[in-house]
């Protein structure tokens, strides 16, 4: 299987643009949520990827959180969330 360069770039632009849509607050957390777990999805089933890769991957766990907060939707994501922190145990940037 090839591997397609993944362009991160136009997910962060998917998520702005539907950020924009009025009284979506739960779609876009949805969207949000399913960037990072794709993240790392990828990792998992291709291996390490690079560096920017993994700091795009923590901004947009660290925002989707702040979202939620702001949105008070923590706790309807809570196990997508959780399983987020528990899918990357193991995985390293640079490391084995």
Request: charged share 20%; hydrophobic share 40%; with cysteine.
């Amino acid at each position: 299987m090839v591997l397609k360069k993944m362009l991160a770039s136009v997910a962060h632009k998917a998520i702005s643009d539907y950020k924009k849509i009025p009284c979506l607050t739960v779609g876009v957390a949805n969207i949000m949520v399913t960037y990072v777990e794709s993240g790392v999805q990828c990792t998992r089933e291709y291996g390490d990827i690079d560096g920017s890769f993994y700091i795009s991957m923590e901004g947009v766990y660290e925002n989707t959180l702040k979202y939620m907060i702001k949105e008070g939707l923590l706790s309807e994501f809570y196990e997508r969330l959780n399983a987020i922190v528990t899918n990357t145990s193991g995985i390293r940037w640079g490391g084995s």
